[in-house]
């Protein structure tokens, strides 16, 4: 196992707990489930691609042939899968130990969700949110719910045009970053922690043409770029298995401790001063319609 020494310091064992990580087939949503499972987790990879999810079992039970992982299928784009899936997971487990929610887009051009979201913010916030407030119920204060937010949530903007962009992807990590922070200090009795990570920056198929609206020239270039210049996804995905087998209070926010958060070992961080105004404030909804409308889903600590 790669930073086998690391885990050995930092994390304690996660055996007999039950462990679902959302985009779990890919990038750092695959690398967290892959330490979860070092670390003794039964493992759920909610995944909204059957063969992709199913590709990813086989990987990590080659790895790990004494573990259990199953998957389940999500998808953060229709509201109507979400709720199947927060259901059959209460059928399924009755309680999870620990929920990442790894799953996330950037879709540079106009998309949609089923409910007629733009997709980025439907899929990395309000999705997310849908999801974590459904959730809840099978969680208890022994729980750890667990999110995948950026560095670039210091540059979401509170108004950003409707659509989809860079701009859309900050706001996206901003509002859920303010969620976070703000469903920790509001956190009732019997509430799992709530833990923020990002994983500073690496190369995965978060740019990928296939899955997304990107040109096939930038997601090249950019991959390249990543590649070469920053940290690999197993690196960038123990912010998550810190979050989950580490010590890590309620309403931590943990990310790589190398230079400007891009890359390095996880550590504690802090919150930008950016999410932390987001977070204080007493009305959390913006004049966005879709904002409004979509807010109802969202764990009702937040409102
Ligand atoms: N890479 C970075 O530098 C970086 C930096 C900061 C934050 N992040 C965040 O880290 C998380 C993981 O991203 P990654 O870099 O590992 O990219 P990735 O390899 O593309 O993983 C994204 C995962 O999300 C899944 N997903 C996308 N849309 C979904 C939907 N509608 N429903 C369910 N699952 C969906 C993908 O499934 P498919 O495989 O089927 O597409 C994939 O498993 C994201 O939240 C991202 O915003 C990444």
Same mark, same amino acid.
């Given at each position: 196992?790669?930073?086998?020494?690391?885990?050995?310091? #930092?994390?304690?064992?996660?055996?007999?707990?039950?462990?679902?990580?959302?985009?779990?087939?890919?990038?750092?949503?695959?690398?967290?489930?892959?330490?979860?499972?070092?670390?003794?987790?039964?493992?759920?990879?909610?995944?909204?691609?059957?063969?992709?999810?199913?590709?990813?079992?086989?990987?990590?039970?080659?790895?790990?042939?004494?573990?259990?992982?199953?998957?389940?299928?999500?998808?953060?784009?229709?509201?109507?899968? %979400?709720?199947?899936?927060?259901?059959?997971?209460?059928?399924?487990?009755?309680? %999870?130990? %620990?929920?990442? &929610?790894?799953?996330?887009?950037?879709?540079?051009?106009?998309?949609?969700?089923?409910?007629?979201?733009?997709?980025?913010?439907?899929? #990395?916030?309000?999705?997310?949110?849908?999801?974590?407030?459904?959730?809840?119920?099978?969680?208890?204060?022994?729980?750890?719910?667990?999110?995948?937010?950026?560095?670039?949530?210091?540059?979401?903007?509170?108004?950003?045009?409707?659509?989809?962009? /860079?701009?859309?992807?900050?706001?996206?990590?901003?509002?859920?970053?303010?969620?976070?922070?703000?469903?920790?200090?509001?956190?009732?009795?019997?509430?799992?922690?709530?833990?923020?990570?990002?994983?500073?920056?690496?190369?995965?198929?978060?740019?990928?043409?296939?899955?997304?609206?990107?040109?096939?020239?930038?997601?090249?270039?950019? &991959?390249?770029?990543?590649?070469?210049?920053? &940290?690999?996804?197993?690196?960038?995905?123990?912010?998550?298995?810190?979050?989950?087998?580490?010590?890590?209070?309620?309403?931590?926010?943990?990310?790589?401790?190398? %230079?400007?958060?891009?890359?390095?070992?996880? &550590?504690?961080?802090?919150?930008?001063?950016?999410?932390?105004?987001?977070?204080?404030?007493?009305?959390?909804?913006? #004049?966005?319609?879709?904002?409004? #409308?979509?807010?109802?889903?969202?764990?009702?600590?937040? /409102?």
């Amino acid at each position: 196992m790669r930073y086998e020494k690391w885990y050995q310091k #930092n994390t304690a064992s996660l055996g007999g707990k039950v462990a679902v990580v959302t985009g779990g087939n890919s990038g750092i949503g695959f690398c967290a489930a892959r330490g979860f499972l070092y670390l003794g987790a039964r493992v759920v990879l909610a995944c909204r691609n059957e063969a992709r999810a199913a590709a990813a079992r086989e990987q990590l039970l080659g790895e790990f042939p004494q573990g259990v992982v199953e998957t389940a299928s999500l998808d953060l784009a229709d509201n109507a899968s %979400i709720d199947a899936f927060s259901l059959e997971m209460g059928e399924r487990y009755g309680k %999870i130990d %620990i929920f990442l &929610h790894c799953a996330g887009v950037y879709y540079p051009r106009e998309a949609k969700t089923k409910d007629g979201l733009p997709m980025t913010e439907g899929v #990395n916030t309000w999705g997310t949110l849908r999801l974590a407030k459904a959730m809840l119920p099978f969680m208890d204060d022994s729980c750890r719910m667990i999110f995948t937010t950026s560095l670039v949530d210091r540059f979401g903007k509170e108004q950003c045009p409707v659509g989809e962009g /860079y701009a859309a992807y900050a706001r996206s990590k901003y509002l859920l970053s303010a969620f976070v922070l703000r469903s920790a200090r509001a956190r009732a009795a019997g509430e799992p922690l709530f833990i923020a990570t990002h994983p500073g920056i690496t190369a995965t198929s978060l740019l990928s043409p296939e899955k997304t609206t990107h040109k096939p020239l930038f997601s090249r270039l950019g &991959h390249a770029f990543l590649y070469l210049f920053t &940290h690999a996804p197993e690196k960038a995905a123990l912010t998550a298995v810190l979050a989950a087998a580490g010590k890590v209070p309620n309403g931590a926010c943990i990310g790589p401790r190398g %230079i400007f958060g891009i890359s390095g070992y996880p &550590h504690h961080t802090a919150f930008c001063k950016n999410v932390c105004r987001r977070a204080a404030k007493k009305v959390a909804l913006s #004049n966005d319609e879709n904002e409004k #409308n979509t807010c109802a889903d969202a764990p009702s600590v937040l /409102y």
